[in-house]
């Protein structure tokens, strides 16, 4: 049974029980400090994990830091009864394992203190917020090998172009805001494969989506209040994004047979991975690198600064990656895994690593997906 510390937080103790935690209350920091360092001198065991309050006086400052000198696992966690991104900010540059705050589901709160010892071994654990610096050999190799891949798919290029306009009105290309390296945002480019205004064109369609049943049920019950996560191109509830993930988990959410959104050429480039070419001007410009974890949307990418899940941020934004290699069309793969990959990739890249995935990708753009 693993123990926790809890500090000045008596409303966890019997929810945290319930979850089958070990739990030792203190009412005070420095009692909880005189425990640590009575079991550190006896060489008795430490608890996995320290919930303390987060309040103005930043005390878990002082227990972090005290931790930190006797050399122990045991990580620090500090609490806010009201979402406060001031201090997940501080606490995770101060080297936390994890913030966490009331409006938390004790069950989330038990399962992310479970996985601590997962979140250390992909590297995760107290990372600073930091500027990531992409290595001189990897900007090298990208500048070289998107300006070959530029020259020599440009009568590519040029007729994918003629296709697109003469199949539908609309330009070209599309370009949707998307969270890369440090979280940078960036416009992040693809041949249009859908029509003009798709996303309006969506609400039409609920019926001939093959869930739209379960999903018009499940959907009434979805509240438009709440804190607001930002879109490609408007603000969406928090509880609609989390429904959407639900729905996607369950059963991918929108399902429908011979899309009419999608223009004819936009099927061919989609299934041949074509759409994804001008991704090479972004690797050029500098907002990614050929090889590297996948930069999300928006409203994705605010859900991961929620989660021991940053760390894949610190990596090159990538066309091609670790997970599209080794993952895709696998019906066992999860979202968990996808982004354990990521980390893994942000920890351990190198140029090895990146001309082995770099091998693998053609093979890995044209497989059908069995998922």
Known sequence: MKELFIIRLPELEIPLKSEGFKITYFETTERAC??????????????????????????????YNFVSRMNEKAYVIPFSHIPNTHIKKDAFLLGCADYFHSQMPIYSIASRI?????????????????????????????????????????????????????SSRGPVFYASPRVGTDYKIFPFYKFRSMRVNADKMLGDMK????????????????????????????????SYYEYQKQQEDKEAFIKIQND????KIGHFIRKTSIDELPQLVNVLFGHMSIVGNRP????????????????????????????QVTERGKASTSEDS?????????????????VKILLKTPLAAIQQEKV
């Open 260 to 263: 009419p959104r999608i223009t």
């Open 114 to 166: 479970r996985d601590l010892s997962n979140w250390e071994q992909y590297g995760q654990l107290n990372h600073k917020y930091s500027t990531s610096k992409i290595p001189v050999w990897k900007r090298a190799f990208d500048i070289i090998v998107a300006g070959i891949l530029l020259l020599l798919l440009s009568p590519l290029f040029l007729f994918v172009a003629i296709a697109i306009k003469i």
């Open 338 to 354: 996808r982004k354990m990959l990521d980390i893994l990739y942000a920890k351990k890249f190198s140029l090895w690593m990146d």
């Open 34 to 63: 005189l425990e640590l360092h009575k079991r550190n001198v006896n060489s008795k065991s430490q608890p996995q994990a320290i919930l303390t309050q987060a309040d103005e006086t930043k005390q878990y400052h002082h227990l």
């Open 207 to 238: 019926h001939l989506n093959h869930y739209a049943k379960s999903s018009d049920q499940s959907e009434q019950q979805v509240s438009p209040q709440g804190p607001m996560l930002v879109g490609d191109d408007k603000l969406i509830p928090e």
């Open 296 to 323: 999300l949307p928006l409203y994705e990418a605010e859900k991961l600064t929620t989660d021991q899940w940053t760390r894949r941020f610190m990596a090159p934004a990538g066309i091609t990656g670790l997970w």
